[in-house]
C-alpha cells in the first residue's frame, strides 16, 4: 500500500464512508416524506459506490498490473454510475413537478 500517501488514503476512506451514509440517509429520507424518488437517486449511486472500491481494491493491492481490469471496471462503473444518477435527478425533478 505504498503507492499512497497515508492522506490520500485517508480521503479515500472517508468518502467511501460519506457516500454510504448519504445513500442510506436518502433512503429514510425518502421513506419519511414518502417520495419513491428519492429511493432511485440512492440506488443509482450505488455504481458510484461500487467504481471507488474497485479503484480502492487496486490501490490496496499497490496498482499491479495483472488486476488492471479493475480500473476498467471502474471506468466504466463510473461512467454508468453517473448515466444513473442524470436519470434519478431528472426523475426527481420530474415528480417534483407532478406535486407543484
Same mark, same amino acid.
Given at each position: 500500500?505504498?503507492?499512497?500517501?497515508?492522506?490520500?488514503?485517508?480521503?479515500?476512506?472517508?468518502?467511501?464512508?460519506?457516500?454510504?451514509?448519504?445513500?442510506?440517509?436518502?433512503? %429514510?429520507? *425518502?421513506?419519511?416524506?414518502?417520495?419513491?424518488? =428519492? /429511493?432511485?437517486?440512492?440506488? @443509482?449511486? &450505488?455504481?458510484?459506490?461500487?467504481?471507488?472500491?474497485?479503484?480502492?481494491?487496486?490501490?490496496?493491492?499497490?496498482?499491479?498490473?495483472? %488486476?488492471? *481490469?479493475?480500473?476498467?471496471?471502474?471506468?466504466? =462503473? /463510473?461512467?454508468?454510475?453517473? @448515466?444513473? &444518477?442524470?436519470?434519478?435527478?431528472?426523475?426527481?425533478?420530474?415528480?417534483?413537478?407532478?406535486?407543484?
Amino acid at each position: 500500500m505504498h503507492e499512497l500517501s497515508l492522506g490520500t488514503w485517508w480521503i479515500h476512506l472517508a468518502t467511501l464512508f460519506e457516500w454510504s451514509v448519504a445513500i442510506i440517509l436518502i433512503v %429514510l429520507t *425518502g421513506k419519511s416524506m414518502k417520495k419513491r424518488a =428519492l /429511493t432511485w437517486l440512492a440506488i @443509482a449511486m &450505488l455504481p458510484n459506490l461500487t467504481s471507488a472500491m474497485a479503484a480502492i481494491t487496486w490501490h490496496i493491492f499497490d496498482n499491479p498490473e495483472n %488486476l488492471y *481490469g479493475l480500473v476498467v471496471l471502474q471506468a466504466g =462503473l /463510473t461512467t454508468f454510475g453517473n @448515466a444513473c &444518477l442524470a436519470l434519478a435527478a431528472w426523475n426527481l425533478v420530474k415528480q417534483e413537478r407532478q406535486l407543484s
